[in-house]
């Protein structure tokens, strides 16, 4: 499936080295703003933002390997987010693109951050949009990120829903079903599903253009002693953001510190110190049974820890600003789009 393009927003394929992306532009000759996607979404998903910033803003939106219109690669989990942030900065490369605003949302804000670890002078500021926390998705506890297994019990592909890849796979766009994308996308995605109904058909082709299998959407598994049974794989997606293959808190040491923007809704479901796709969190709620208590798999505070990682960061001489949205959902910049328009505009100095 392809994404839908709305007006004033072009589509082109970038030959890189390191993957063919396929890139969404609003065109401008003043700053550039280059948007990063989260899981199960593409660049489409970007494009009102895109269209709100002021004029002459120059607008570019990234699809991840096996997301939206790009190529389908193979995602090395072993590497955190790297294969991501290292295609975010071969598009670069290839566009002739030296130093950038980077927008990241959810999975995106972690590639982001990536970005700023391993070449700070290409970022000219950070707006995390409800980003996964710097010590990944599951598997920690604390606001310092301590491991709970060394393993990643719990993390990575074996999380996934299989009827919800299932359905990815085979495009479905029913909305009668759980674990169909459009309920996904309405019950997890945004906290005001009424506002987006004009679109809500173009972001369910956006989630439908995942591509899915063991190197992709969700990855694989591992067997684990340690409940729920399974740990961390090495390949796809999921495991990219396993504790033992992603930890972006080193931020706090960058010599040269861009300032960032924190953005993320207090109905968030995704990301949150309760979220629902943590399975510690669901098997404290009695979803998942056989929970073995919180001394041993304890769910992830990810706010919490986001909000450590930058207060560490302002410390050390950074500037960051936290903005959040008492009615937002995991999509900040659909549920509140006026807000998070202006912030953004606010931050990158527009």
Same mark, same amino acid.
């Given at each position: 499936?392809?994404?839908?393009?709305?007006?004033? +927003?072009?589509?082109?394929?970038?030959?890189?080295?390191? #993957?063919?992306?396929?890139?969404?532009?609003? @065109?401008?000759?003043?700053?550039?703003?280059?948007?990063?996607? /989260?899981?199960?979404?593409?660049?489409?998903?970007?494009?009102?933002?895109?269209?709100?910033?002021?004029?002459?803003?120059?607008?570019?939106?990234?699809?991840?390997?096996?997301?939206?219109?790009?190529?389908?690669?193979?995602?090395?989990?072993?590497?955190?987010?790297?294969?991501?942030?290292?295609?975010?900065?071969?598009?670069?490369?290839?566009? /002739?693109?030296?130093?950038?605003?980077?927008?990241?949302?959810?999975?995106?804000?972690?590639?982001?951050?990536?970005?700023?670890?391993?070449? @700070?002078?290409?970022?000219?500021?950070?707006?995390?949009?409800?980003? &996964?926390?710097? #010590?990944?998705?599951?598997?920690?506890?604390?606001?310092? $990120?301590?491991?709970?297994?060394?393993?990643?019990?719990?993390?990575?592909?074996? $999380?996934?829903?299989?009827?919800?890849?299932?359905?990815?796979?085979?495009?479905?766009?029913?909305?009668?079903?759980?674990?169909? @994308?459009?309920?996904? =996308?309405?019950?997890? #995605?945004?906290?005001?599903?009424?506002?987006?109904?004009?679109?809500?058909?173009?972001?369910?082709?956006?989630?439908?253009?995942?591509?899915?299998? +063991?190197?992709?959407?969700? $990855?694989?598994?591992?067997?684990?002693?340690?409940?729920?049974?399974?740990?961390?794989?090495?390949?796809? &997606?999921?495991?990219?953001?396993?504790?033992?293959?992603?930890?972006?808190?080193?931020?706090?040491?960058?010599?040269?510190?861009? @300032?960032?923007?924190? +953005?993320?809704?207090?109905?968030?479901?995704?990301?949150?110190?309760?979220?629902?796709?943590?399975?510690?969190?669901?098997?404290?709620?009695?979803?998942?049974?056989?929970?073995?208590?919180?001394?041993?798999?304890?769910?992830?505070?990810?706010?919490?820890?986001?909000?450590? &990682?930058?207060?560490? =960061?302002?410390?050390?001489?950074?500037? =960051?600003?936290?903005?959040?949205?008492?009615?937002?959902?995991?999509?900040?910049?659909?549920?509140?789009?006026?807000?998070?328009?202006?912030?953004?505009?606010?931050?990158?100095? &527009?």
């Amino acid at each position: 499936m392809t994404s839908q393009l709305f007006d004033g +927003i072009t589509a082109r394929r970038v030959e890189t080295p390191r #993957y063919t992306a396929n890139v969404l532009e609003r @065109p401008g000759d003043g700053p550039v703003v280059v948007f990063v996607h /989260g899981n199960v979404s593409s660049a489409a998903f970007y494009q009102p933002t895109m269209l709100a910033l002021p004029e002459g803003v120059r607008a570019l939106a990234v699809d991840l390997r096996g997301f939206g219109d790009s190529e389908t690669a193979p995602v090395d989990a072993t590497r955190g987010l790297r294969d991501f942030s290292d295609d975010v900065l071969a598009v670069l490369d290839a566009l /002739g693109l030296d130093a950038v605003h980077l927008v990241g949302w959810s999975m995106g804000g972690g590639v982001v951050m990536q970005v700023a670890l391993d070449a @700070p002078e290409r970022v000219l500021s950070l707006t995390l949009e409800a980003p &996964v926390s710097p #010590y990944g998705f599951g598997g920690t506890h604390g606001a310092d $990120g301590i491991r709970n297994d060394d393993d990643g019990a719990g993390t990575g592909g074996g $999380g996934a829903n299989p009827d919800f890849v299932a359905r990815l796979e085979a495009g479905d766009t029913g909305g009668d079903e759980q674990t169909s @994308p459009r309920v996904v =996308y309405r019950t997890a #995605y945004v906290a005001k599903p009424e506002l987006q109904e004009a679109d809500e058909d173009a972001w369910v082709a956006s989630m439908l253009t995942t591509k899915t299998g +063991i190197d992709n959407y969700p $990855g694989d598994a591992a067997a684990s002693d340690n409940w729920p049974g399974f740990a961390a794989g090495t390949r796809g &997606v999921l495991n990219t953001m396993a504790p033992q293959h992603f930890d972006a808190s080193g931020i706090v040491d960058l010599a040269v510190k861009p @300032p960032i923007l924190w +953005i993320h809704g207090d109905k968030d479901a995704i990301v949150s110190d309760a979220s629902f796709f943590d399975l510690n969190q669901l098997g404290a709620l009695g979803v998942i049974p056989g929970w073995p208590g919180a001394e041993i798999a304890p769910p992830q505070p990810m706010v919490t820890q986001t909000r450590a &990682v930058l207060d560490r =960061y302002a410390a050390n001489g950074g500037v =960051y600003r936290e903005v959040a949205l008492p009615d937002a959902g995991h999509a900040p910049h659909l549920d509140e789009a006026a807000v998070f328009d202006a912030e953004l505009a606010r931050h990158i100095g &527009v």
